[in-house]
């Protein structure tokens, strides 16, 4: 069964930094590209960052380049979201994603992703 795990979220204040993890298996374990995306409380889910596990091609959404790094631990099947100097509106619940098995391009639509984790709340008080 395709599962992702998302863990490390919790409440922080501005400028802290968190590092979120996500434990895949099944098929997710062998996606090739895999995100992080994100939903604020009322809003819609929005892209985070992307990677691609073969190349180490990555892609942020600019309100989070400088301040975000995506990666993974092939080795532990674990996708890693570290998130710097965050700030309140970095507020959401995160989710780890991962595309279908056979492709290699990154993307930032939600809908290009097969599949999800639950989610974890990342709150950043002021």
């Known amino acids: 069964q395709e599962q992702l795990v998302e863990s490390g979220g919790g409440l922080v204040q501005a400028g802290d930094s968190v590092r979120l993890s996500c434990a895949a298996s099944?098929?997710?374990?062998?996606?090739?590209?895999v995100g992080w995306f994100r939903q604020p409380a009322g809003k819609a889910r929005e892209f985070v960052a992307a990677?691609?596990?073969?190349?180490?091609?990555?892609r942020y959404a600019d309100s989070v380049t400088g301040r975000f790094t995506i990666s993974r631990d092939n080795s532990k099947n674990t996708l890693y979201l570290q998130m710097n100097n965050l700030k309140p509106e970095d507020t959401a619940v995160y989710y780890c994603?991962?595309?279908?098995?056979?492709?290699?391009?990154?993307?930032?639509?939600?809908?290009?992703?097969?599949?999800w984790g639950q989610g974890t709340q990342v709150t950043v008080s002021s």
């Open positions: 994603a991962a595309r279908g098995n056979a492709i290699t391009v990154l993307s930032t639509s939600r809908s290009g992703y097969s599949f």
């Open positions: 099944g098929r997710a374990a062998s996606s090739n590209v």
């Open positions: 990677l691609n596990r073969i190349n180490d091609y990555t």
